[in-house]
């Protein structure tokens, strides 16, 4: 399979940066109208009223960015793409600040352990922190996945 990441090659405190991407008015409300159209995500007259008080992305939008970059910064390292075989699910998802349109996004995704699989010698199970921050350096996310990758063959 040619040149690949395998799971031996990652090593605690790895990190891989992904971004930026600028997030429009258009995107937030077509997002919350598909997917969480709580009022706060479709208008500012309906966020002033709220705690946001203007309008604010749904944290899935955010954590939908989050994927976006961290895809497209992944698929730039076809070695690294072929050796990730998905994830496995999230052990921490943290909202820390609103999104607002036109916020610029960027972040890292930090290794921060990693254990062979027990049952599926073929794979390694790595978890990762990634931080989502804004323009300003502020922190709008935080996660803990739980990613699998190729092992070595014998």
């Given at each position: ?26 995107d937030i409300i077509a ?100 931080t989502v921050i804004n ?20």
């Amino acid at each position: 399979m040619g040149n690949i990441v395998h799971f031996e090659d990652i090593m605690v405190g790895d990190s891989l940066p992904f971004g930026p991407l600028t997030v429009s008015r258009d995107d937030i409300i077509a997002f919350a109208a598909k997917y969480d159209p709580q009022p706060f995500h479709l208008s500012d007259e309906a966020a002033a009223k709220t705690h946001f008080g203007t309008l604010a992305a749904s944290g899935w939008h955010t954590a939908a960015l989050f994927m976006q970059m961290l895809v497209r910064a992944l698929q730039s390292e076809p070695a690294m793409q072929a050796g990730s075989l998905g994830a496995i699910g999230i052990d921490e998802l943290r909202w820390l600040r609103p999104v607002r349109p036109g916020d610029t996004l960027r972040g890292t995704n930090e290794v921060i352990d990693k254990t062979p699989s027990a049952s599926r010698p073929e794979m390694g199970i790595v978890r990762n922190r990634a931080t989502v921050i804004n323009q300003k350096d502020e922190a709008v996310l935080t996660m803990i996945s739980i990613t699998m990758w190729r092992t070595r063959p014998s």
